[in-house]
């Protein structure tokens, strides 16, 4: 059984930094494609940045710059450092497993596994 569990939420001001980690089991990192969702009030969940098994990743315009994807594959881990936070960032961040080693095209459809959420909420 996967299970993903979120970590590193909190609150801070504009232009602060935030790391977010992913602990995984049942499922092994290293194979597959994972990402970072969020969902913000009232808005869809939307794709904030992936990484394949070969390291390719991408990121949403909106946090291209400012937020750097990383896994940890001997530890089963999946990270999301998060730099220069806007008010606009604020959102619950999940992150995500692939069916398949692939999902940079940041498709909820492509992800099967989903964390619990953790809040990210950035004050101006």
């Known amino acids: 059984q996967v299970q993903l569990v979120e970590s590193g939420g909190g609150s801070v001001q504009a232009g602060g930094s935030l790391r977010l980690s992913c602990a995984a089991s049942g499922y092994t990192y290293s194979s597959y494609c994972m990402g970072w969702f969020r969902q913000a009030p009232g808005k869809e969940r939307e794709g904030v940045a992936a990484?394949?098994?070969?390291?390719?990743?991408s990121y949403a315009d909106s946090v291209k710059g400012r937020f750097t994807i990383s896994k940890d594959n001997a530890k089963n881990t999946l990270n999301l450092q998060m730099n220069s936070l806007k008010p606009e960032d604020t959102a619950m961040y999940f992150c995500a497993a692939a069916r398949y080693d692939y999902g940079l095209a940041l498709n909820l459809a492509d992800f099967g596994y989903w964390g619990q959420g953790t809040q990210v909420t950035v004050s101006s």
């Open positions: 990484i394949d098994s070969d390291g390719s990743i």
